[in-house]
């Protein structure tokens, strides 16, 4: 068996960066955490999880990982910034024609399902911030080669 994690990650940053927009600029994408000086707004990708789910022929896991969008307003929040990225990140790792996030040459990606999807709102010393938090699941094998 080898680590899922980071060929995931590694997927979503290269599906995501550069790919999602606000306001005409596309929106950065940190790993597990942002910048002090990051500006709003930012995504992360934060927490991920994997379970073995192998059979007697492949090796394979259950793994998730946990977009988080941060958007950050002086005055009245404007959720419809998160919305708007959410869109589009659904429309980039979850698609309609089944064209799954690349994991490298030794991982498929068999599915991807939606588990999560949430909001959280809260503030800083300067910012009101609005987040939208959601979670995809993957079932990953191991490719086979013969």
Avoid: C, W
């Avoid at 960066?17 to 910048?35: E, R």
């Avoid at 024609?97 to 503030?123: A, Y």
């Amino acid at each position: 068996m080898i680590d899922y994690n980071k060929p995931l990650r590694t997927g979503y940053f290269q599906r995501l960066n550069g790919a999602v927009f606000s306001d005409s600029l596309a929106v950065p994408v940190y790993s597990q955490m942002a910048p002090n000086d990051a500006v709003y707004p930012y995504i992360i990708l934060s927490t991920q999880t994997g379970v073995e789910s192998s059979t007697k022929n492949n090796q394979g896991q259950d793994n998730t990982i946990l977009i988080d969008i941060v958007t950050g307003f002086i005055g009245a929040i404007n959720d419809e910034v998160a919305d708007d990225i959410a869109d589009q990140i659904y429309g980039l790792v979850h698609p309609a024609d089944k064209n799954f996030v690349d994991v490298g040459p030794n991982l498929q990606i068999l599915s991807t399902d939606l588990l999560l999807d949430t909001t959280v709102g809260g503030q800083n010393n300067t910012y009101k911030l609005f987040r939208r938090l959601i979670r995809f699941g993957h079932k990953i094998h191991e490719r086979t080669f013969n």
